[in-house]
Every structure is written in structure tokens, then in C-alpha cells.
């Protein structure tokens, strides 16, 4: 049961993630204005990482053993990123402050998602 919990969680943040970035990239549905100053390099860390999301909920699905591997991936990618973000802002680069948080809510998530299957694979 934990691991279909996980699994819908994944995915779902895996498939949501894919659409709001690509979207901005892509300029799908007028998304680029209504995010006013992304900050593109973070755009594109955030649809690398849905990738992998995806990728990891497969072998999730499939129960192998290396589920955990896109995910240690994504956070180390997202550390850097994040590292990355704040010397843009320091260096005077536009941004949204949501885009902090965001990232910060991003990290956190993808590092309990992680344990949580890290945890799963050892039963």
C-alpha cells in the first residue's frame, strides 16, 4: 500500500512538474507571461527532474533495485541549481521570490521522497 501511495505521489509530481515546465519553456498557453521572471535555468532543472521522477516511479513499478538512483540525481541536481539561483540573485538577475521557496518545496520533497524509497526497497 505504501508503495502505490508512493508511486501516485511520483507520479503525479513527475507529470505536473513535466507540464508547468515544459509550458514555460515552450510557451504553451501563454504560460511564459503569467511567470513573469523565471529564471530559465531553473525552468530547465525542474523538467530534467520530472524526467527522472518518472523514471524512478517506473522502477519503483517494477521493483528494481536501482528505483532510488534518478532521485539521488534529481536532488543533487537540484542542490546545484539551487546553489546556482542564489548567486543569479546576488549577481543583481531578475527572479520571483516564489521561486525560492519553490525550490526549497522541491527539495524537501524529492529528498522525502528519496527515504520513502530508500525505505520501501529495503522491505
Known sequence: MKKIILLAFIILFGLVTLFMSSS??????????KEGNYVLFIV????????????SAFAILKQKTWAKFPLIISLIILIFAYIGLFI????????????????AFRIGVTAIFLLTTIKISKK
Open 44 to 55: 530547465w532543472t525542474n523538467l530534467l527532474c520530472g524526467i527522472l521522477y518518472l523514471i
Open 24 to 33: 514555460v519553456i515552450f510557451d504553451w498557453f501563454g504560460m511564459r507571461a
Open 88 to 103: 543569479h540573485i546576488n549577481n543583481g538577475g531578475i527572479y520571483e521570490t516564489k521561486t525560492v521557496g519553490a525550490m
